[in-house]
T-cell receptor
């Protein structure tokens, strides 16, 4: 597509439920990144994909967080047993390679609210 | 590990006035440097980036930034702001040939008429 698409744009869930956030990157972009933006905070790196593999998942805050990418395209970030501290905007970005020289294109994000 | 500091949480500027947003980074070598803008409800848009060469870089929307190695700074400037420049601005760094961006906490810019 023309840009990075994320869905849903907003998600309200009850504490303890599982949620799935979807990212559809720009066609042909091999690198995909997930970031989290908490209220009043900067962007926190979560995970990086190159193709379907994740060479760096060091930013995932706990084992409740997981992500996968299939077909070198769509990625899903899953949060199990959600907690209130998981409330944030989850941003996805893609780039043509893993080199920031090509620049990231960000999606509009999914705003997750855990109640 | 690299870090990014944006000292100003919030700046208010009059329309037509100049704007300067500060960014300082901590890193052993010269990193890749970026400025992004985020309008309400939107994703991040790249304003400009610096990798090497001329230390004054021009970006979109009339923005420019100057890299100063001696001060470990990469400040963003605009000579005359427009109401549409009201947004949140993020400075980011990445080590050369690395992929992970480290972001500052952001500066919110309010433009008054």
């Amino acid at each position: 597509g023309a840009g990075v698409s994320q869905s849903p744009s907003n998600k309200v869930t009850e504490k303890g439920k599982d949620v799935e956030l979807r990212c559809d990157p720009i066609s042909g972009h091999t690198a995909l990144y997930w970031y989290r933006q908490s209220l009043g905070q900067g962007l926190e790196f979560l995970i990086y994909f190159q193709g379907n593999s994740a060479p760096d998942k060091s930013g995932l805050p706990s084992d409740r967080f997981s992500a996968e990418r299939t077909g070198g395209s769509v990625s899903t970030l899953t949060i199990q047993r959600t907690q209130q501290e998981d409330s944030a905007v989850y941003l996805c970005a893609s780039s043509r390679t893993g080199d920031p020289d090509y620049g990231y294109t960000f999606g509009s994000g999914t705003r997750l609210t855990v109640v | 590990a690299q870090s990014v500091t944006q000292p100003d949480i919030h700046i208010t500027v009059s329309e037509g006035a100049s704007l300067e947003l500060r960014c300082n980074y901590s890193y052993g070598a010269t990193p890749y440097l970026f400025w992004y803008v985020q309008s309400p409800g939107q994703g991040l848009q790249l304003l400009l980036k610096y990798f090497s060469g001329d230390t004054l870089v021009q970006g979109i929307k009339g923005f420019e930034a100057e890299f100063k190695r001696s001060q470990s700074s990469f400040n963003l400037r605009k000579p005359s702001v427009h109401w549409s420049d009201a947004a949140e601005y993020f400075c980011a760094v990445s080590p050369s040939n690395d992929y992970k961006l480290s972001f500052g906490a952001g500066t919110t810019v309010t433009v008054r008429a």
